[in-house]
T-cell receptor, first 122, second 109 residues
């Protein structure tokens, strides 16, 4: 597609339920990132994929959060036993450059963001 | 730990004014610094990217500067228009993007 696509755009769930959020990156982009943005704050890094592998999951807040990218394209962020504090906008971004590419690639690394999924946990 | 701060948090100006948004960061070991625009309910749009070896970048009415040694960047918007109303986010990249909390700009007709 032309840009990063995230579905659903809005998700309302009850506390304790399981949710899945989907991200379709730009075709050919090998790097994929998930961020979480709380109201009035900037996005916070959650996890980074290079190809199929999660190269850095240091931003995941706890073990209720998990993400996969089995074929190196579409990614799914999974949240178990949702809590009200999980309510936020979850953003996905993709890039054509590997995250720690040195020199010009690192310096020019641009991430393209989707519109996000607004998750509300009641 | 890298921290990014944006001042002011909110700004309201009349149409036509020139304005400056400020961003500061604590660790100068960055690959680049980016300014993004975010409209309500939308994703982020990259406005300008300044590589660590550069001092400034310009795009239309926007000019961004970078002073790595002092950990500062500014986004200058010339002749502001109501369509510029949005939240502007600064982010430094050193393997992952670390964002400031944003400045919400309102340009009144």
């Amino acid at each position: 597609g032309a840009g990063v696509s995230q579905t659903p755009s809005n998700k309302v769930t009850e506390k304790g339920k399981y949710v899945e959020l989907r991200c379709d990156p730009i075709s050919g982009h090998t790097a994929l990132y998930w961020y979480r943005q709380s109201l009035g704050q900037g996005p916070e890094f959650l996890i980074y994929f290079q190809g199929t592998g999660a190269a850095d999951d240091s931003g995941l807040p706890n073990d209720r959060f998990f993400a996969v990218r089995p074929e190196g394209s579409v990614s799914t962020l999974k949240i178990q036993r949702t809590e009200r504090g999980d309510s936020a906008v979850y953003l996905c971004a993709s890039s054509s450059y590997a995250r720690l590419a040195g020199g010009p690639k690192g310096a020019k690394n641009i991430q393209y963001f989707g519109a996000g999924t607004r998750l509300s946990v009641l | 730990k890298q921290e990014v701060t944006q001042i002011p948090a909110a700004l309201s100006v009349p149409e036509g004014e020139n304005l400056v948004l400020n961003c500061s960061f604590t660790d100068s070991a960055i690959y680049n610094l980016q300014w993004f625009r975010q409209d309500p309910g939308k994703g982020l749009t990259s406005l300008l990217l300044i590589q660590s070896s550069q001092r400034e970048q310009t795009s239309g009415r926007l000019n961004a500067s970078l002073d790595k040694s002092s950990g500062r960047s500014t986004l200058y918007i010339a002749a502001s228009q109501p369509g510029d109303s949005a939240t502007y986010l600064c982010a430094v990249y050193s393997g992952k993007l670390i964002f400031g909390q944003g400045t919400t700009l309102q340009v009144k007709p």
